[in-house]
Each structure stands twice: as structure tokens, then as C-alpha cells.
């Protein structure tokens, strides 16, 4: 795999790859699998692959990436024809890290970081131990199924407060304060995941970050609150219960929504709807670095407290996870090149057209490229 500082590239095969994807330019093609280093200032993280790799990748885990992994592989696969990916999507984040830290999987998709135990496992997987690359970036959506409704704003409290099962009627007055009028009474049903979720982990990390006085609990992949709560596996199994419902909230990466409505987030005074644009600015402005400790690891949090009126506030930040170090070269040399793939500027493209994501800042793609680089 090949890092070209190039803004554009044309080779036939490229479109071909991006058509399949529903995109409209592609990746070079190249035999091939010398490398250069990435600089931060580049306009463009592109990449040239090496279309005479032969091999399966076995992967799975995040949900949330699911319609992006679909659009990456199809126009992966189209130009390294001789390569099958496998990526199960029904995992979950952790059943995906589950698997991984087994062995089963090359990489899990994973909306949450490894964990300080699940780092301290890896290291029996592969020394000096598993990595986390960010290469996906969406938000949690806060989805709702209320008759008559069709836009509404809530503030992080009530948020908080409705799925805390605080407030579980949908003339509460402050949910009337948010939109300044009150709605259609009616019981709120709250819908949460029931697996092990990084989706979970995001909406909790600023649940507990930003909302304390009125959710107790810590962040975590596993939903915390017990009691008249519809608990579903996978966001697709959030999204249709909520659909299904009458009085529903729930929340999911906003990619798999399909056409339910989704709530404006009160911040600052101001409601902030979910937006490529908006999540891009809150990773500008409030990611910062949490690194595990392994090399090339490029763990982040989000710092809350910079959240700001064009800002996003619920971010979801998805990741890679694999080895540093493979105990198979091929399969080392396979994951390279497709998370190489990933996490360039068309790589990023192909995610926003098919997933509605926002693609990663180039200064994160060049670190992406730098600790995919250093993997063997």
C-alpha cells in the first residue's frame, strides 16, 4: 500500500470501485507495497493498493459502521478483486472486541476504545497489544415516534431525565420549556440496547459528562437503567422498535434512522440538528487524545466542556481495533491495506456519501496512516 499526496486520482478501475460504492471517483491501483510518510498539512490522504492481494479479511463488531463497511468493501473488493471481507455487523461493539481479543477477527469495529482489561487481554493476542484507529464519524441521534410530532428539541437534562425514566410523559413541562409549547400527552416509552454497545458507551459518555445532577451513572457500553425500558439488540433492533411504537425515544447512529425523526439538541440555548458538519466541528474543537499506552494507538475522548453552539453534542467516534503485531504476515499484510483503504481522504468520502458520516480531518488520517503503517 502506497500513501500518494495527490488530490485527485482517475485510474479506471477506481471508478468502477466507487460506482459499485454509489460514489463517483476512485482509488489508484498499484502492484505496489512500498510506503511514505503522511504529513498532517496535506490537502488529500490517498492511498494506492496493491490490486494482486489474495486473502480473506474476518472482521465484525460496530453496528454503527455497518452501512459504511458495506460501501468500503463493495469498492474495496472491486479494484483487489482477489480478496473476500467479512464483516458482521450483528456483533455489536462488544461482542466485535469479544471476538477479536478470541482471535476470530483481523479487526472489530468498535464505537468505544478498548477498555484498560480489554488492552491488558490483547497483549496475550498479539505484544505489544491491540491498537484503536478512529475511522469513522457520525452522532448518536436521539430518535422518536410521538403522533403529530414531527420536530422537537430537548436539552441534554431532559434527556437525561427521560431515559432515567425521570420524566415519562410527554406533556412534562420541561419538554414543553424545550419547545416552547407543549405537546399531545401521552407515555413515554424509552428504548435502549440490550448488547454490549459503543453507541450506548457515546450517549453515555455525555450523559455522564455533561448531565450528572440527572444521570448517576457512569459511562459504559452496557445501558445502566432498569424498569420500564424495551431493551433491543442492535441499532437496527432500537431503530424498528421505535418505529413500531407509539410514544417512543430512543437513540442510534444516525446513519440507521432511515425516516424517523430525530430531536435537535438544545446547546447553548441553541437546538443543534445532527449534521456532518456540525460532528466535524465537535471533533475540531473537543477530541483530544487518550491513548492506551500501546504503540500507535489512537484512542481519543471527548473533552464536553467545549462543546459550543455549532457543535454537535453527541458525537460517536468508531474505530478499528487490531493487532500491532500479527502472528500471521498475510493477514497483517491483508488488514494494512484495507484499513489503509479506510482511513484516506476516498476512503472517508465513500463513508459520507453512503453513511451521511463526517469524513475524518486529514490530520487524522495521516496519524491513521502512520499507525497502520507501522503494523506487521
Avoid at 480478496?83 to 464505537?111: I, R
Avoid at 419538554?175 to 454497545?197: F, M, Q, Y
Wanted: hydrophobic share 40%.
Amino acid at each position: 500500500m502506497k500513501i500518494n499526496r495527490i488530490a485527485q486520482v482517475g485510474a479506471i478501475a477506481a471508478i468502477a470501485a466507487l460506482a459499485l460504492a454509489g460514489c463517483s471517483s476512485g482509488p489508484s491501483s498499484s502492484g505496489s507495497t512500498s510506503s511514505a510518510s503522511a504529513s498532517p498539512t496535506d490537502s488529500a490522504v490517498n492511498v494506492t493498493l496493491d490490486t494482486s492481494l489474495t486473502g480473506t479479511i474476518a472482521a465484525g463488531g460496530s453496528s454503527a459502521q455497518a452501512n459504511a463497511q458495506a460501501a468500503w468493501t463493495a469498492a474495496y473488493t472491486a479494484s483487489v478483486k482477489g480478496v473476500t471481507v467479512n464483516y458482521d455487523k450483528s456483533q455489536g461493539s462488544g461482542g466485535g472486541v469479544t471476538n477479536f481479543l478470541s482471535g476470530a477477527y483481523d479487526f472489530a469495529g468498535s464505537d468505544a476504545p478498548l477498555s484498560a482489561d480489554e488492552t491488558a487481554k490483547s497483549k496475550t493476542l498479539c505484544a505489544p497489544g491491540g491498537i484503536d484507529i478512529p475511522i469513522y464519524l457520525d452522532g448518536v441521534s436521539i430518535i422518536f415516534n410521538v403522533p403529530g410530532v414531527k420536530t422537537l428539541k430537548l436539552s441534554g437534562a431532559t434527556i437525561a431525565n427521560i431515559f432515567n425514566l425521570k420524566i415519562t410523559d410527554w406533556s412534562d413541562p420541561a419538554i414543553t420549556k424545550d419547545n416552547g409549547t407543549a405537546l399531545p400527552a401521552g407515555p413515554i416509552t424509552t428504548v435502549a440496547r440490550s448488547d454490549g454497545s459503543g453507541t450506548t458507551a457515546n450517549f453515555t459518555n455525555y450523559l455522564a459528562a455533561t448531565q450528572s445532577a440527572a444521570w448517576p451513572y457512569p459511562a459504559g457500553k452496557q445501558w445502566p437503567v432498569s424498569g420500564n425500558v424495551s431493551l433491543q439488540k442492535g441499532g437496527s433492533g432500537v431503530v424498528a422498535t421505535v418505529k413500531a411504537g407509539t410514544g417512543t425515544i430512543g437513540y442510534a447512529d444516525h446513519s440507521a434512522i432511515g425516516d424517523l425523526s430525530a430531536a435537535s439538541i438544545l446547546q447553548d440555548g441553541t437546538a443543534i440538528a445532527f449534521s456532518p458538519e456540525a460532528v466535524a466541528k465537535t471533533y475540531a474543537v473537543a477530541a483530544v487524545t487518550a491513548s492506551n499506552g500501546v504503540p500507535g494507538d489512537l484512542s481519543k475522548k471527548f473533552d464536553y466542556s467545549k462543546l459550543t453552539a455549532e457543535t454537535y453534542p453527541i458525537p460517536l467516534l468508531s474505530y478499528a481495533v487490531t493487532c500491532s503485531t500479527f502472528k500471521d504476515a498475510k493477514q497483517a499484510t491483508l488488514t494494512k491495506s484495507y484499513l489503509g483503504y479506510i482511513a484516506s481522504t476516498l476512503g472517508q468520502q465513500i463513508s459520507a456519501k453512503n453513511a451521511g458520516s463526517a469524513p475524518l480531518p486529514s490530520e487524522a488520517l495521516a496519524e491513521a496512516q502512520t499507525s497502520i503503517g507501522g503494523i506487521k
